[in-house]
C-alpha cells in the first residue's frame, strides 16, 4: 500500500485510565522494576496528567478510576481487562500471571459491571489459565494474543469460545517484551508497529503476514516502548520515537505527540500500558461465530 493513506483505526478514542495516587515499584515481576529507583510521586502525576491532556487534545476521551492502595501497579489500566464494545458490551477480566497484581480484577470487575459490559474470567475456573489484557489487540475484526511470558496458550481457546472471535496467538519469546503492547501497535486499518524479535520466528513471521503494512522495528528501538504508543485519528501519542519511527510516521501522514513517561518506565509500561480502550469493536458484532485459535502447532 505504499505511501498512500489507509483507513483510520475504528477505535482508540475513549480510554480507562487510573490515577495514580499509590503508584511504586514494590517488587519485580519484570526486567525494567528496580526497587532502588522508585518513581517521584509528583513528577509520576505531571507526567499522568500530560498524558490526559494530550488525548484530550487529540480529540479523545478519559474516564478515570481510583487506584487502590494495595495496588501498586494498577495505573497500568491496559491490563484491567480486554473490553469489547458493541451492541452487548463484553469485557474479559485479566487473570494475572502475578499474585501481587491478581487484587486489581475484583477492582476491575467492578468497575466493567457498573460501565454496562458482561463481565468474563478467564483462569478463575480452576483451570488458572492466566490471561493479562496487555497481551490482547483488536486488529482487522479479529484478535491477536500474545502469549508465553504473562498469558498461557491455553487462554486462547477460552478467548475465541467466549468471544467467539478468531484469535491469532503469538509466541513471545523476548523477556524484555513481556506483553504484546510492547512489541506490537495497531497504528490504522492496514498498519501497525511490529518488532519482531520479541517472537518465535515463526510467529514473526505470521505475524507480519497479518499485517498489510507493517513498521517493523528493531529490538532497540522497541527498547524505547515506541511501540507502546496509542493512536487517536491520525495522532500518535509516544513516550519516545526514534528517528527512523518518525520518518516512516510522518511520511504515512501521522502526527507525533512525545508526552515524557520517565517515572512510567520505572514499572516497565509507558502510555498504552497506562490507557484502556474502551471502543473496540470485533467481528464478533457480525456474528459469524468464527470462534477458532489459529496459532503455531496444534492446540
Ligand atoms: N509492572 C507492570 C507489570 O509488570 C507493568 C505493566 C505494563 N503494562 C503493559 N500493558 N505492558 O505487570
Keep these: 500500500m505504499g505511501q498512500e493513506s489507509s483507513r483510520e483505526l475504528s477505535w482508540g478514542r475513549d480510554y480507562l485510565m ?25 513528577t509520576t502525576r505531571t507526567q499522568w496528567d500530560a498524558i490526559v491532556a494530550a488525548i484530550t487534545d487529540a480529540g479523545g476521551t478519559v474516564t478515570v478510576l481510583d487506584q487502590r492502595a494495595d495496588a501498586p501497579d494498577m495505573v497500568y489500566a491496559m491490563n ?4 469489547l464494545a458493541g451492541p452487548e458490551p463484553v469485557a474479559v477480566v485479566s487473570h494475572m500471571r502475578y499474585p501481587e497484581r491478581r487484587m486489581e480484577s475484583a477492582t476491575a470487575t467492578a468497575w466493567f459491571t457498573d460501565h454496562g459490559f458482561g463481565v468474563r474470567t478467564i483462569g478463575s475456573d480452576g483451570i488458572g489459565a492466566h490471561f493479562e489484557a496487555g497481551d490482547a489487540f483488536a486488529w482487522r475484526g479479529d ?25 491469532h496467538g503469538v509466541r513471545i519469546v523476548h523477556p524484555g ?30 505475524l507480519l503476514d497479518l499485517v498489510p503494512d507493517p513498521l517493523v522495528i528493531t ?34 501522514g501521522f502526527s507525533i505527540v512525545i508526552v515524557d513517561v520517565s517515572e512510567f518506565l520505572k514499572g516497565g509500561g509507558a502510555i498504552r500500558c497506562l490507557t484502556n480502550p474502551l471502543d473496540v469493536t470485533l467481528g464478533r458484532d457480525l456474528m459469524t461465530g468464527r470462534g477458532q485459535v489459529i496459532a503455531t502447532g496444534s492446540m
Excluded at 490515577?19 to 529507583?37: A, G, K, S, T, W
Excluded at 484478535?143 to 468471544?163: E, F, Q, S
Design 80 to 83: 484491567l481487562g480486554l473490553p
Design 18 to 42: 487510573v490515577v495514580p495516587d499509590h503508584f511504586r515499584v514494590e517488587y519485580r515481576i519484570n526486567p525494567f522494576m528496580d526497587l532502588e529507583d522508585q518513581p517521584d510521586p509528583l
Design 143 to 167: 484478535l491477536i494474543v500474545g502469549y508465553g511470558p504473562r498469558t498461557d496458550r491455553l487462554a486462547l481457546k477460552h478467548l475465541a469460545h467466549d468471544l467467539d472471535v478468531r484469535v
Design 219 to 252: 529490538e532497540a528501538e522497541a527498547m524505547t516502548f515506541c511501540a507502546n504508543s496509542i493512536v487517536i485519528g491520525r495522532t500518535v501519542l509516544m513516550p519516545a520515537c526514534p528517528d527512523r519511527v518518525r520518518l516512516q510516521l510522518e511520511a504515512w
Design 177 to 206: 517484551m513481556y506483553h504484546l503492547d510492547l512489541a506490537f501497535g495497531p497504528l490504522d486499518a492496514s498498519r501497525a508497529i511490529v518488532c519482531p524479535d520479541a517472537f518465535s520466528s515463526q510467529d514473526a513471521a505470521r
